[in-house]
């Protein structure tokens, strides 16, 4: 550069320059000084530029001003794609954030592979996030993205497909070299072949700009390059007009003791959004979602994972308990035993066993000691729990089992979304032990849901499986802080005195009304008892293998947990009460499916639709609304597991739409479905 007159400097580099100069001096709250350029540059360079840059650009002799002029839209869906050591989940994250900061709604959902690191450059080694903000309510993360941000050759084929008609990509165009477009199948360059002229295609050289960007950051080697996403986002922010303080913000906290990161990534971060200013200003319109309309009160951008561990703190302080969390890592639960170890100010105890039968039978262990016990894991991990959950069901000890669904069986799909689990929930055991289940509906809905499944095992001493998947796991929104106030009361009675007439504890003595056993903590004076797996005697507790009472316990555990139908709510019906189709869900399916059916009744077409919390028992009114439609379609990302249980129970002959395709369903396939039923 300094070998090179003024005049002789790239067209390029001199916007790019030129934005970082003007950038860099308005963040300081000043348009003059000794950062900006002397006469001679302003009139033979920027002066001219101006014009080139087609903007609302005036300059003077120590004053740069530029107006941008956006669009107002209504949504928008952004994908960024790129390997998975490329951060774009983390983008992501700060993206949605900042969009949530702003007052926009917004809904998520992350996709990236199982492997640690996956093969860099390959189709399999892809990870993607994608999320839609709107300024109004929106339930789904979106059908397809609107603008693909594809970080190499790779990402750009992997996602291409899902791109809307005439959608824009960014490229990251230094990526797209004869190796890297080999290893993602390409035989000619998508940039120059013209297979990208239907779309609205932005080339950024990221590499050679995050380079340029952290000099004299402090981070030298492989490591700049790893602020390249920063630089994406930056753009990103540009072309959405998202605030960079929020992210700014917490690059700062993030890295508080890696001083020369934190100010690499803001660096890259303020490029990115200087190259939008100028460098694409000719090519593109630049946008704006307005904020969103939200009840009042204060409100956080939480996941599904983090959801539901805050229900079960919630859960453990409704029910004035210790929490005890018992888990093996394993994907994608691993982030529920992560947040709860945080929380050791709330009485939480959590345990990283060395393998999952081990983590259960800890959790079992601390259920028989008092305390709120909770094991946490994912399909596979489940089966492994199978035996000691049935020990749990003779033992009759409130245990909350949390299984986030994953694309199974065996290691199957590690990172994809599935609920192929609900079969091995209900029946996954040996001998007749039916457990209660429940499942959440959306990451907001985990909360709600973990403290409902804390108050039936405690109400009624019984495990509880809760089922998330992994779309609701790591996908996020905003949710409204619950006032502590109106936090549940159900406090746990222990045992405290002997309950027979000559003075022993018998642990099998039951409650009239929900037939749950009394619950005497270990050492308790006057109250010594055994529990385990064989058959007990009713009352007393003893060991029996009378046949008689081995058929009263059967029956009598089978109706302790029947008997919660009466005590969960009704299914309640949404939607047009003419309709003559049903639309029933459960899980994660429910806000695809509410999406769907809202389309469809703008479009003047008459359907209702509800979804279930409790999968068992079923709600007692569930017979009674299904047999009140003519047609009932029940969508699952499986091959129809609660489409053959309600045929089963209540001769129901309803139609499936299942998908078991590592993705959740689209708007679109069902709202089809709907169309071509009605």
Known sequence: MTTKTVADWPHRTLKYQYATLVCRCESQG??????????RVIETIYRPLSTTLQKDVSVTDSTVTIKTTRESIEKVVIRFAGDSGDGMQLAGNRFTDASAAFGNDVATFPSFPAEIRAPAGTLPGVSSFQVQIAEFDILTPGDEPDVLVAMNPAALKSNLDDLRPMGTIVINTEAFEERNLAKAGYEDNPITDGSLNSYKVIEVPMES?????????????????RSKNMFALGLMAWLFNRPLEPTIDWINHKFAKLEAVANANVSALQAGYNFGITTEAS???????????????????????????????AGAQAAKLPLFYGSYPITPASDVLHELSRHKNFGVRTFQAEDEISAIGAAIGAAFGGHLAVTGTSGPGLALKSEALSLAFMAELPLVVVNVQRGGPSTGLPTKPEQSDLFFALYGRHGESPIPVVACASPSDAYATAIEACRIALKYMTPVILLSDNSVATGSEPWKLPDRDSLPDFGVQYATVPNSPDGKFLPYVRDAATFARAWAVPGTPGLEHRIGGLEKEEGTGSVSYDPDNHQLMTDTRA????????????????????????????????????????NIEAAGKKVAYAHLRHLNPLPANLEEVLASYDKVLIPEMNTGQLLRILRMEYLCDAFGLNKVAAKPFKISEIENKILEMI
């Open 283 to 313: 090519k593109t319109v630049a946008f704006e979602v307005p904020p969103a309309s939200f009840d009042p009160g204060e409100y956080t951008t939480i996941s599904g994972n983090l959801s539901l561990s805050w229900g079960l703190v």
């Open 30 to 39: 000043r348009r003059e000084g000794p950062d900006f350029p002397d006469q």
């Open 209 to 225: 700009l995050t380079k340029e960007a952290v000099k004299g950051s402090g981070v030298t080697g492989r490591d700049v390059l």
């Open 559 to 598: 109706w302790k947990v029947a008997n919660i139908a009466n005590d969960i709510p009704s299914v309640v019906v949404s939607g047009d009460k003419e309709a003559d189709l049903l639309v029933l869900g459960w899980g994660s399916t429910y806000t695809v499916i509410r999406a769907a059916c809202h």
